[in-house]
């Protein structure tokens, strides 16, 4: 059960997006976060969110899952745009209760904002859900290349990053062993006031922590009895494909930025 | 018996901070395509030997030859490719996301150019009989297959020696007799040597040689029937002699007319067998 809540992200389907090389996925997430932000009229909004379906279209991701990952941030979405309705005073006003006047450049500033909001989490989350995180974790490390020059440990943080994506079941696994364990023994997890279920959770840690630790050190001989010794000379079993479909959602980037520019007012 | 492959020297070794030697001046030889199992008490020493085999720590005293050379910081790592190491815990041991990204781990180090790689993985997994597991992450995987899949791993780097830590002690009975038969049948093929160090001593019993630890000292060596004849003094060094050859023993002392020892349960059948159909 708890392991879904973290690995439950990613939804293997057979789609292109998908099949797409992580590098392009992630640079695209990047990107569509910067542009987003040149968007300030209908027809701009209009665009990139013809854009974001055209790739939810193309994932197959069931809608269920999307909503999951929109479901958090739903109440800052209408929060915002509440807030927009009632305190933005630009514009004519639109309606008027008497006490409440509502503009219609309220109106606009917080559709577009919860409109932003909606794409942005619905793009990101494509990334999770389409991309299998040791996949992600691969597109960072060569995508963050570069940076090695600037002292930025790439090797280890990626290889940390996996390891640690690696254990989250083991651990989980673990977590539940020792829960049951605990309430073998008559603690309670959940049920009484917060602060006895807050008091529960220490008999948790303390050994799972211990038992971190120990798998820490284990790990750490078990790869150095296998030649581990840094990034030096290693080579990659995992190779990324930058294939055709990768280049055309480059350029379909590019032209969407052409356009926003071009529409935007 | 065939060349020598390792040889110990008067090792010592002691741990930071401990008042006793982990390892007592102890001296022996691994032998080419041998099974030597090496038994003993928990803290005898057991773990701290293998990982001395391998570099993994430095003795204080004493040499360590692997094939005929010195082993020394910087003869480490040619060591090391040629010693594999299976630990205790299935799970400590897995790196990879997956089981080909485990069994790659080790050649990944070793700088392996990936066309090479990709066939080395494929043979290691075909060896241990996991091959259609290759996408299979680590925690839908039994025990018995992840210590599978390390020995693969460590089959990968071809080495000529590879050394059990107690690697099925944490697997159910099927598990422990899966990887058991996965390293006989792998040393029958290619000559590989093994060390299998072991609270099991049925397991023992079925290997060429036995080396038993106490106290960080070697307290015998020799071939398993005859480290068997003191099993008085086993029992004293905290080890739990084979059930048939206690049994074996008890019938001798009944009068049963039972000729040798039986270090396992099968030898004692045949001739308890033999025995019956005489009468
Ligand atoms: N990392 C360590 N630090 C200090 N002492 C250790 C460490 N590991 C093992 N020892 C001690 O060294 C002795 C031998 O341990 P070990 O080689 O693990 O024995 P075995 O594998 O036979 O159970 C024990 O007394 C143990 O307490
Ligand atoms: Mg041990």
């Known amino acids: ?265 | 018996m065939g060349k020598k492959l390792v040889s110990l020297e008067n090792i010592a070794f002691k741990y930071e901070g401990q008042s006793r030697h982990a390892v007592d001046h102890v001296s022996f030889d691994i032998y080419e395509g041998e099974w030597l199992a090496i038994v003993g008490h928990n803290g005898s020493g057991k773990s701290t030997l293998a990982k001395l085999l391998n570099g993994l720590q430095f003795p204080q005293a004493g040499t360590i030859l692997v094939n005929g050379k010195e082993l020394t910081e910087e003869t480490v790592w040619e060591a090391r490719s040629k010693i594999g190491m299976v630990f205790q815990n299935p799970d400590n041991q897995f790196v990879g996301a997956t089981v080909q990204d485990d069994v790659a781990f080790g050649l990944e180090n070793a700088g392996i150019p990936l066309p090479e790689m990709v066939q080395r993985v494929q043979n290691a997994l075909n060896k241990v009989k996991m091959e259609s597991f290759l996408n299979q992450e680590p925690h839908h995987l039994s025990g018995g297959q992840k210590q599978r899949v390390a020995i693969a791993g460590v089959l990968a780097l071809q080495p000529d020696l590879i050394i059990l830590d107690e690697a099925t002690s944490m697997l159910d009975p099927r598990g422990r007799e899966e990887v058991l038969e996965t390293v006989r049948e792998l040393k029958e093929e290619n000559l590989l040597t093994v060390i299998s160090i072991t609270h099991d001593l049925e397991e023992a019993a079925k290997a060429d040689r036995m080396i038993v630890m106490n106290e960080g000292k070697l307290y015998r060596q020799g071939i398993p029937t005859d480290i068997f004849q003191m099993e008085g003094e086993l029992i004293e060094l905290g080890l739990d002699i084979p059930f048939s050859v206690k049994l074996s023993k008890e019938l001798k002392e009944r009068g049963i007319g039972l000729i040798k020892s039986h270090l396992t349960e099968e030898e004692l059948v045949r001739e308890l067998c033999e025995l019956h159909s005489k009468m």
């Open chain 1, 1 to 265: 059960m708890l392991d879904k809540m973290i690995l439950g992200r990613y939804v293997p389907v057979d789609s292109t997006i998908h099949k797409m090389d992580p590098r392009s996925k992630l640079l695209l997430v990047f990107l569509f976060v910067c542009i987003i932000f040149l968007a300030n009229n209908l027809i701009s909004y209009g665009l990139i969110g013809l854009f974001t379906l055209i790739l939810l279209m193309l994932s197959k991701i069931p809608i269920r899952f999307l909503y999951n990952g929109l479901k958090p941030i739903l109440f800052l979405i209408i929060f915002t745009f509440v807030l927009h309705i009632l305190f933005t005073k630009e514009g004519e006003v639109v309606f008027n209760f008497g006490w409440l006047e509502i503009y219609d450049g309220g109106l606009r500033q917080g559709l577009f904002i919860s409109l932003r909001f909606t794409f942005l989490i619905l793009v990101t989350s494509l990334l999770t859900l389409t991309t299998n995180p040791i996949s992600i974790t691969d597109g960072m490390e060569t995508l963050l290349h570069p940076f090695k020059k600037w002292k930025l440990p790439v090797h280890e943080l990626s290889l940390m990053m996996s390891i640690a994506l690696r254990f989250i079941p083991t651990l989980m696994e673990e977590t539940d062993k020792i829960m049951k364990a605990q309430m073998a023994r008559g603690v309670d997890f959940s049920s009484g006031p917060l602060k006895e279920r807050i008091k529960a959770i220490v008999p948790l840690l303390v050994p799972l922590f211990v038992s971190a630790f120990k798998r820490a050190e284990e790990l750490a001989i078990a790869m150095e009895a296998r030649g581990y010794r840094g990034g030096e000379g290693r080579t990659k079993y995992r190779q990324l494909k930058w294939q055709t479909v990768d280049t055309l959602l480059m350029l379909s980037l590019v032209v969407l930025t052409i356009l926003l520019v071009l529409l935007r007012s």
